[in-house]
């Protein structure tokens, strides 16, 4: 029998499959094939920290696969990736095919390879090894820290504090640092300065342009300027001097190229240079590193995209510099090969950087085997990596400083020039945030940097320069700049939170939780992140401080370099975490709305220009506003509630105009309704913006009739939201037009997933490009070609009624009435027959059961699974009870004695409350009962018989 390899992607076994031969088989674990149950106690801290894992279905299924092919097989090859989770998921793998009894006789290995090329394949079979212990330990620690913190601390924000969604370890502190530099946003004050400039000309009349950088004998400061008067004298004097050459400064300097990328710095890039999120990058990373089908084969383009390392092997190193020199000549290779060392804290280095695994295979060739994306990022590391073993660059950069005869006033012009481009000629990394944010329409603080194409004339001491037009102008200093992905990257990794596996999923989560948004590449955070981080900041400061979790981080590396026993790290982190949970359980509301309120005060309330207390309630007098905290979460209100019933979304003034200009307390009026004479108006809701029809109503009985009302499609301006575009949406769903091929009506609208189409039983959701109120015909049909029809008609039943092949959630399956069977993989949906499905049905079916619809009273179908599961004797439900309390009396009893019913069926004596339960599933048969008594027993113990069967 072959020999067996584990690896964790579909796609990845496939690549080796090829590379080992027939005497492999490789399969795939899907990640990860077990994880912590999501429930409590799966962590038990006074059992030193025993650990509960359970198998989901699908990795039941995968482990399963790999016990049946290791029947007769002498090796198991556990290949899963070369980083703490994928020494996890080795183990895990391990231990429950040992707890299954599929490793007797089978020698199991753990091998690594930092690319997926056949050399690399082959070399790792050849060179097996153990798995690592430290690093398993550290996984179990580094996952029962996660597990704990969100365990208990979230519960503790449900409670606390409505409306908030969960505390994650290392997620809570990159929203704390997104936070506290929105504070300083909202706390800069803009400040004014000048700066004067002047145009001149050499002798031979080349122009060049001067700053001036001293004035009245002293030199300026940025803020020496500080309003037009002073620098209107300023450039008064420059306007009032003649200049000549004082100084030229003339020196070369050297620029080096940047290492090759770790999962970090290829995060910041991609998201720089083209646009791409993190997770987005990592996706695509992942895919380059698993295999491209490059002239029929598959092969892995770049080294594992998950590291801190920037080191290269050796060989690597070699191949780049003979490319370097055959490609761009001797020039541009170093004398010797350029080693890096990381700067990140608490930098691991365990894998080399990520670069290409073949440097002949330049982004050229292989473009037209890769799509768009996954060919700029090749692009990028390719580049990157050659460029980090080429020549430095040099630089000619020349300083002129400019005089008059007293010597009191003073220019300076800057300028440099290329003299060798060296690594410059294949990639420059001045393309950095100032640059993207120029693309993106965003206003950068500082100076504009110098440019390198910048170059100024020949000039020499004491030449004459001719002066031109002299210009004054204004500025003003900019507050710090929100994080852009690739910045809260460089922070938390300059910090030492988190790791490269988790940077992206750290973002993701922050954007699910709806804790922020990303607006023109920035993190702007939401108010329910802004209380989750005041809630933190009051209560549990110490653990969303970043040098506490960058201790931690500390301690996982010693877990895994086996210097430190996992263990004994949990239970330090532990007593004072446990402590810090207890310590809340007193907490009252009113705590936790002062230390919010004291927190976030002058975000909700900010002092007014008029003068005017801003906390001062405009709908009553003497009223303060004040945060408040409901069901469903956070909101301002006044101190005189109930008299004064007035509040406003949680938002800070202002704040409303960012996603509807103009709203007045969450509401905007946008016009009348030429139909109904009733106003149409924008408002703000707890799943967010929406336009209403009117008000809401009584009808006669004296019950609220709710107006017509629709949400906005995400992506929608509000600010740019008009009448007409009001009334459209209220309009919805709308006719775009009839398929051209099957006649049928298409209709676009909004759901509770977002804008959509449909057309008879097909749905199709629009791209965020589409517009659900303009999207034509010929769009609409476009879409919906690609979607496969949920199911069809086979025919007509023998016994009457249509037989249907259906798609489902769990797979495709045959249908005739309230009797269904899945259909096996082996039959194909497009082209089951009719006597095929009759067949199945015959053999595999099952009856669906009926569904409870009608009375306000009938229970879920789920109460009754939760019945079924109670021991014999114990109390049932009341909606179980209710038909057999009904059987058992001579005459049938009113309904507003079925309390009594109840009790009585609730003693422990009684034992047909079990064979009553399944009764529930079918109530109408309880009315014939009930009017003749003595047939009642043999119906209460059919469906106890059914069950017994």
Known sequence: MPDVVVVESPAKAKTINKYLGGDFTVLASFGHVRDLPPKDGSVRPEEDFAMDWEADERGDRQVTAIAKSLKGARRLFLATDPDREGEAISWHVKDMLARRGALKGVEVHRITFNEITKRAVQYAVAHPRDLDVPLIDAYLARRALDYLVGFNLSPVLWRKLPGSRSAGRVQSVALRLICEREAEIEAFRAREYWTVEGRFATPAGAPFTARLTHHEGRKLEQFDLPNEATAMAAKAAVEAGSFTVGSVDKRRTRRNPPPPFTTSTLQMEASRKLGMGAQAAMRVAQQLYEGADIGGESVGLITYMRTDGVQMAREAMFAIRDHVKEVFGADYVPGAPREYASKAKNAQEAHEAIRPTDVTRTPEQVARFLDERQRKLYELIWKRAVASQMQSAELDQTAVELVEPSGRTKLRATGSVIAFDGFLRLYREDEDDRAADARAGIATAGPEPDDDSRTLPPMRERDAVKRGAVAASQHFTQPPPRFSE????????????????????????????????????????????????????????????????????????????????????????????????????????????????????????????????????????????????????????????????????????????????????????????????????????????????????????????????????KGMDPEGLDLDRALALLSLPRIVGVHPETAEEITAAIGRFGPYLKMGQLFKSLDPDDDVLAVGLNRAVALLADVKPRGRALGEHASGGPVEVRRGRFGPFVMHGNRVASMPRTMDFDTVTLDEAVKLLAEKGKELPPLTKGKKGAKKAPARKVAA??????????????????????????????PAARKAAAKPATKKAAAAKPAAKEPAAAKPAAKKPAAAKPAAKKPAARKAG
């Open 486 to 713: 690739a910045t809260l990257v460089k922070r938390l990794e300059e910090l030492g939170i988190g790791r490269p596996s988790t940077y992206a999923s750290i973002l993701q989560v922050l954007q699910d939780r709806d804790y922020v948004k990303l607006d023109k590449r920035r993190f702007v955070p939401e108010d329910r992140g802004r209380l989750v981080t005041a809630f933190l900041m009051a209560f549990f400061e110490r653990y969303v401080d970043t040098g506490f979790t960058a201790g931690l981080e500390e301690k996982l590396d010693d877990i895994s370099g086996g210097r430190a026993d996992w263990r004994a790290v949990m239970r330090a982190f532990w007593e004072d975490f446990s402590k810090a949970i207890a310590s809340t359980s007193e907490l009252t509301i009113s705590d936790v709305i002062d230390a919010l309120d004291e927190d976030l005060g002058p975000h909700f309330f900010p002092a007014r220009a008029d003068g005017v207390d801003p906390r001062g309630c405009p709908a009553c007098s003497g009223g303060r506003l004040g945060l408040r905290l409901g069901r469903t979460g956070a909101f301002i209100g006044c101190s005189n509630y109930p008299e004064c019933r007035y509040t406003r979304p949680l938002v800070a003034p202002g704040a409303e105009a960012e996603g509807a200009a103009g709203f007045n307390e969450g509401q905007r009026e946008l016009g009348v309704d030429p139909a109904t004479g009733k106003s149409i108006s924008l408002r703000r809701g707890p799943y967010g913006l929406y336009v209403q029809l009117g008000e809401e109503t009584l009808d006669e009985k004296g019950k609220k009739v709710k107006p017509r009302r629709a949400s906005l499609a």
């Open 869 to 898: 599961a109670k021991p014999e004797g114990e109390a049932a439900p009341a909606t179980a009870r209710k038909p057999a309390a009904r059987a058992k009396a001579a005459t049938p009893k009113p309904a507003a004695k079925a």
